[in-house]
């Protein structure tokens, strides 16, 4: 019997993306470049989570909602310009944005996502 519960990137601690019963969800997006400003950052963390939700059949246009985390809510304008250049503002999410002591000094950004799945996992 196979699971109704796909795994993408998994690890020991946790898995990148899982998908059930046609949701996605993404673990925290933290950015790979971390000596780079908020909006390169945020424009990063973008990019990987396009990625995770190709590979789980879906796209920033299903995005259900968003969680965004701030190191420094300093950073919130910075953060707000990759986020607009990036987001279909014909879909936009339910979106929260807090400040929070990220698990890294480096990040300054990291966001989770739980989108629709429309296609299935690759």
């Known amino acids: 019997m196979t699971s109704p519960i796909t795994r993408l990137g998994a690890g020991a601690r946790l898995s990148e993306a899982v998908c059930a019963k046609g949701l996605v969800f993404l673990s925290g997006m933290v950015p790979e470049n971390e000596s780079a400003g ?10 990987q989570i396009d990625h995770w939700l190709a590979q789980c059949g879906s796209d920033k246009r299903h995005i259900l909602e968003a969680t965004i985390y701030l190191a420094d809510m300093a950073d919130y304008a910075a953060m707000n310009a990759a986020w607009d250049a990036w987001v279909d503002p014909a879909a936009t999410p339910a979106r929260a944005c807090v400040e929070a002591r990220l698990a890294k000094s480096e990040w300054k950004v990291e966001i989770k996502v739980s989108a629709l799945q429309t296609e299935a996992a690759a």
């Open 38 to 47: 908020a909006q390169a950052q945020t424009a990063d963390v973008l990019r």
